[in-house]
């Protein structure tokens, strides 16, 4: 479908949604600010009315409003927007220019990004760094940002998430202000860094559990990549995405979507990229129950020995043990002790192994023992290894994968003592979600 079509048709669905409501443009504007925890202010409504004719009519797509269009209609935002335009975005959507000052505008921007602007700290007094700063950073400043983000101040392998994301709504906002003036060679470059910033930014709000923000981001990868016309970055957004789906974040069924829509972006010539998304089918199907199926996707990701795809613009978003991590999941699934085992001290033989994966192969090693029958015994080594997690790094990926093994647990087996008190841990080690500054 064309970009056109798909604006068009956005358009018309959004006005009969409104309409079937009873609501006014200007009440319409009221509820997306108050989705995002923006206040309802007069010169912000106006504005946004002004927007809606546009989005309405088809001439604009309203891509990062998507999340918040889902929760004033109360839907599901894949019903509401299952086609986005790759043309049709930028980082900041389609906040106009001139439809208020740079404060105002940046303010809105920073709501859409997690930030609040009453907080203080590091992260504050970056934002008014860059308010004073007019140097527009060069190209090989951002790539290298990328990598910061990963693995220096705010290292997404060891540091709190929330840490992370402060980090990184900093520097997003950097690029959507130099992106704005950007044209030409420098416009697709920094399209590339937005998808990657984008990409790690999603992980963040993945790891804090706040999937809403975390698929509107992925979004917002996606429609960068794209805009950018580099494959690899392209198809790590989908990589990424379709594996943090199996976290809570998309049932099933959709997580295997995202990995057919991907591999039809791959192609058929074998690669690093179709071996990565084989490997996250591989955990769906074990959660599925489909082990045999599993293994066999499994062994395409384990004996992929292709370099490709590892040194782009994210270059250490790839490291080795991503293959015992994958093994250690399904063979634990499948009750298989000595494979599981044999994984999981590959995977912490790392020295710089991510906290979240060593904490995960120990939880995989008690879904082991819980398919093996040892219930008890396995509720019980769950349930040590999430209460000693530190309160700033109880990441979604971590507390999933303990929600995983819970229901792993038969169903004559749910009411013993041990898993009940799994049960209790569960509820009290939610991700933890600091406002920034905080």
Known sequence: MTTSKVRAETGQRLREEREKRGWGKRRMARELLKAIGAPPERKRVDSLDRQMLDWEKGKHYPEQWAAAYATAFEMDEADLFPEIPPAAVTL????????????????????????????????????????????????????????????????????????????LAVDLLALERQLRVASGTEATELQ?????????????????????????????????????????????????????????????????HLIESARRIAGDKPSYWLADLAG????????????????????????????????????????????????????????DETATGKAREGVLSNPAVDYQYAANVQLHAATCTVAKGGVAEGARQAAGVLDALPT????????????????AVPPGDRNHPAVGELREVLATVSPARPALGA
């Open 92 to 167: 900041e959507g389609t906040i106009a220019s001139d439809d208020w000052d740079d404060m105002e505008r940046r303010q809105l921007l920073l709501a859409a990004l997690g930030v609040t602007l009453g907080s203080s700290g590091e992260s504050l007094r970056q934002l008014l760094d860059m308010a004073v700063e007019s140097r527009h950073r060069p190209l090989d400043e951002w790539g290298m940002a990328c990598t910061d983000h990963l693995h220096a101040l705010h290292a997404l392998r060891t540091q709190p998430p929330a840490q992370v994301r402060d980090g």
């Open 192 to 256: 590339r860094v937005a998808a990657a910033l984008s990409i790690l930014h999603a992980n963040s709000f993945t790891r804090l559990g706040d999937h809403s923000a975390a698929i509107r981001w992925w979004r917002t990868a996606k429609a960068a990549a794209d805009a950018s016309g580099d494959l690899n970055i392209r198809l790590s957004a989908r990589c990424r995405e379709a594996a943090s789906g199996l976290y809570g974040q998309r049932d099933l069924t959709t997580v295997l």
């Open 280 to 335: 996250t089918e591989a955990k769906a199907l074990s959660l599925l129950g489909r082990h045999d199926e599993a293994r066999q996707a499994l062994h395409t990701f384990v004996r992929w020995e292709g370099g490709d795809a590892r040194a782009g613009i994210i270059p250490s978003l790839w490291c080795y043990d991503q293959a015992h991590f994958a093994e250690s999941w399904v063979y634990a699934r499948a009750g």
């Open 392 to 407: 700033p790094y109880r990441s979604q990926y971590i507390v999933e994968t303990g929600r995983m093994m819970l229901r």
